[in-house]
DNA sequence: TTGTCGGCCGATCGCCGACAA
DNA sequence: TTGTCGGCGATCGGCCGACAA
């Protein structure tokens, strides 16, 4: 997932450590949010935290629920290793802080209008304005295609319409099958997003009691980063 | 699952070996069905097959796709140990060529149009006069309602009427909810079974080229045949 | 006897403007 | 500006007898 589009999904209260910067590790607070305890037998630390080197970030999503997470490689030695170079298109700064690199975002929580099977998609105004293309006015009524893609890169169509009395912007044919592929309910967010080069990207956060699971999966390096 | 739904499911093809039986065991045959190639370290014997005893027969049906197998215990000790008692409700014979047991059953390969969204189920009349409850004649037209259960005990509806011109049998109401649910296509195959209590079930056969792993799972013995 | 087809009817889907918050 | 509602037309699911293999 690419960090910026990761970062929008995620919202600005997730604040994700820059690679090589010192962090605390605390296992106990770990293992009680993970779903089974973990093995720590090779934490030989008596003490309740670690100090510690973040040695790689992976932003990643999952494939059922798009719920967007990070994964977080922490080295205990002291005193830090030197710092591997950070992957060719990894910016640094993200998450730490840094600018939105040039994407645009705008989340809504979906109405029960929107959630339902036999409605659209209103779409706020500073919405449209800020993230979709511009429409054709004079047209009766003002209508077009767009092309969004979720997290996994696949893409989504939708129309866009602007009508009503008074008028305003809807998301109609295709926006039905995205709410059911996604399993979206009321209460859920949507995030549009635009980046420089006026591509459009769709994420979704959920508002369930759904929760990962934090388990451990080895991280294995970029190569020549041994 | 119960041996007597199981076999009907199976087949006459299908043929079991009874508990206590000898068989020989080719290590290199199951390993070329197995998904992966199983762990044969404690097999210590440089002979391409291996006399044993059936100390067990377990069977089963894939949750997904309702598919039966067996699951076959086998010993090498020779002589073969002595035979422990078969528990109760399990019937000797079965699968060994024995007797149905009371369960008359009837298959049927799904046409195009048994399996078409649109339509419901054509019943050959010989499975209706074996298998369903008999019909009221008099009513204009003979239709009732008949409740089967698969093989994992879930149950099913379905309206069976008597029409058209000519007549015939037909299941309607619930066959299409049961053709999506088992996610059945045209050339898979039904079966219609009543034990000696009257009670209705129904398996199904798929022609796809799905094959079952094969793997090893622990055998758990029954409490007291140890 | 039974597989397939077209007809037909009701349910649902989904687009629409009206209206009010 | 935008959330919700009722209307309504299009589509689909599914029950029917006709007919032929």
Redesign the pocket.
């Known amino acids: 997932v690419h960090p910026y589009v990761w970062k929008a999904c995620a919202g600005t209260a997730a604040k994700i450590p820059a690679i090589g910067s010192r962090v605390y590790y605390f296992p106990q607070g770990h293992a009680e949010q993970s779903s089974c305890w973990p093995d720590f037998s090779a934490v030989l630390c008596r003490r309740s935290f670690v100090l510690c080197t973040v040695s790689a970030v992976r932003f990643l999503a999952s494939p059922d629920t798009d719920e967007v997470f990070a994964q977080i490689a922490l080295d205990p030695r002291f005193p830090p290793p030197p710092l591997v170079p950070v992957p060719v298109g990894t910016p640094d700064g993200v998450g730490g802080g840094g600018g939105s690199g040039g994407v645009v975002s705008f989340a809504?929580i979906l109405?029960?209008?929107?959630a339902n099977?036999?409605?659209?998609f209103?779409?706020?105004?500073?919405c449209a304005d800020l993230i979709f293309p511009g429409l054709d006015f004079k047209a009766e009524?003002p209508v077009q295609t767009i092309s969004v893609r979720d997290v996994h890169g696949t893409r989504w169509v939708f129309?866009h319409?602007y009508?009503?009395?008074?008028?305003?912007?809807?998301l109609?044919?295709?926006?039905?099958?995205f709410v059911n592929c996604k399993k979206l309910v009321?209460g859920d967010s949507v995030v549009f997003m635009k980046n420089d080069a006026g591509e459009l990207f769709v994420g979704v956060r959920r508002t369930g009691r759904f929760c990962g699971s934090m388990d451990y999966v080895p991280y294995r390096p970029p190569a020549g980063a041994g």
């Not at 099977?117 to 659209?120: Q, S």
């Open positions: 809504k109405t029960p209008s929107d099977n036999g409605g659209g209103s779409v706020p105004r500073f009524p129309r319409i009508r009503g009395t008074p008028r305003r912007h809807l109609t044919t295709g926006w039905s099958k009321a």
